[in-house]
């Protein structure tokens, strides 16, 4: 039997011997170390791919005052109103390059003076790995507001306080402007003007003569203040107070609290424990609440309405009940015999809006 081949040595014959694969392992050790490393230096944050402890040229145990102190020192040789070129320390530098470098140097100062600011940056200096949490932190303090969010809500009301008063006040000028051209309420102002000897036509001689205009424009003066105290506007265009304004209601918002509290408690102690018959006040209450008008609404109705609401007990709920029936009812063959009404209805049924005709023309 022939002996082996140097070819057939150390495996079948007919297969070649493999080479040990150290290739594949540099090539491995080469992209791994071609990985982009975890760093806490990450463009667009804080300075950068700079440590701002180094921009600054302090450590990262200085206190508040060295890095002022710092700071003040190179901003003075970066500044661009006082860069020089060629002086000494500063050479290369051209007046791009040191403006570039004041930048940096006070947004590492403005970083490192700031507590807060500086807490957060020595933290993603020491976890460099939390590039999220790095991103959120510090566009969170960049877009959060500077101005405290109390001092904004104040401002915010008082402008708006401010301006539902004088909107107020403009509606109130408004409704008396109109009221003193009505001939109703001029003539029964004239009147108590005259009672009062307000109206004063003597004429007078002399340098304190008046003219006929002056005379006239005080008339119309004493006429619109007596309408303004005699006359009792309610609803949108009623005096303003300054109690009424959001301010002011927000400022006695505890008072108002406190004294609805007790009234409640009141109302509960003697009409529900004790029992006590319901006085004209507490009637009238009850009967606005069915009713559901405000205070405003139920006071401008008349005297002798309210006092027919009292004679028929209407602060019992079966009997507002059946009133509220009764006026249905009633309000029902009003406009079922008003002429009026029924005009309108046999126009929306003829002539209506959107009525098609075929008439031809």
């Excluded at 209407?314 to 008003?338: C, F, P, S």
Aim: with cysteine.
């Amino acid at each position: 039997m022939a002996a082996p081949t140097e070819h057939c040595r150390g495996g079948f014959a007919g297969r070649p011997r493999t080479t040990r694969p150290w290739w594949r392992l540099a090539v491995l050790l080469f992209s791994v170390s071609c990985l982009p490393a975890a760093t806490a230096l990450v463009e667009g944050l804080y300075c950068g791919t700079e440590v701002c402890y180094d921009v600054l040229g302090v450590t990262r145990e200085a206190a508040k005052l060295d890095i002022a102190r710092a700071y003040r020192q190179l901003a003075r040789r970066y500044h661009p109103d006082r860069f020089r070129p060629g002086e000494p320390g500063m050479e290369g530098e051209t007046r791009e390059s040191a403006h570039k470098k004041f930048l940096l140097i006070a947004t590492a100062y403005e970083t490192l003076k700031d507590e807060e600011a500086r807490r957060d940056y020595d933290y993603m200096l020491d976890h460099p790995e939390e590039y999220y949490h790095h991103y959120y932190t510090y566009y969170r303090r960049q877009l959060t507001p500077k101005v405290d969010v109390r001092i904004v809500i104040l401002v915010t009301i008082c402008a708006i306080s401010i301006f539902q008063f004088y909107s107020w006040q403009s509606s109130y000028k408004e409704a008396i402007n109109y009221l003193v051209t009505v001939p109703k309420y001029r003539i029964q102002a004239t009147e108590i003007a005259k009672q009062q000897g307000l109206l004063n036509r003597t004429k007078e001689k002399g340098k304190n003569r008046r003219s006929k205009e002056e005379i006239r424009e005080q008339e119309e003066e004493v006429i619109r203040d007596i309408i303004k105290n005699k006359i009792d506007i309610k609803g949108g265009y009623q005096k303003p107070n300054l109690s009424d304004i959001l301010l002011c209601q927000i400022v006695l918002s505890p008072y108002y609290l406190t004294q609805y509290a007790s009234w409640y408690a009141s109302w509960f102690y003697r009409f529900t424990l004790c029992r006590e018959e319901y006085g004209e006040e507490e009637k009238f209450y009850i009967i606005r609440r069915n009713m559901k008008l405000s205070q405003s609404q139920f006071a401008s109705v008349d005297e002798s309405t309210r006092l027919s609401f009292l004679e028929k007990r209407l602060w019992i709920k079966e009997n507002y009940e059946l009133h509220r029936k009764e006026q249905e009812e009633e309000m029902k063959v009003k406009m079922a015999t008003d002429p009026r009404m029924k005009r309108y209805r046999r126009w929306m049924k003829n002539e209506g809006p959107g009525r098609l005709t075929f008439i031809d023309d």
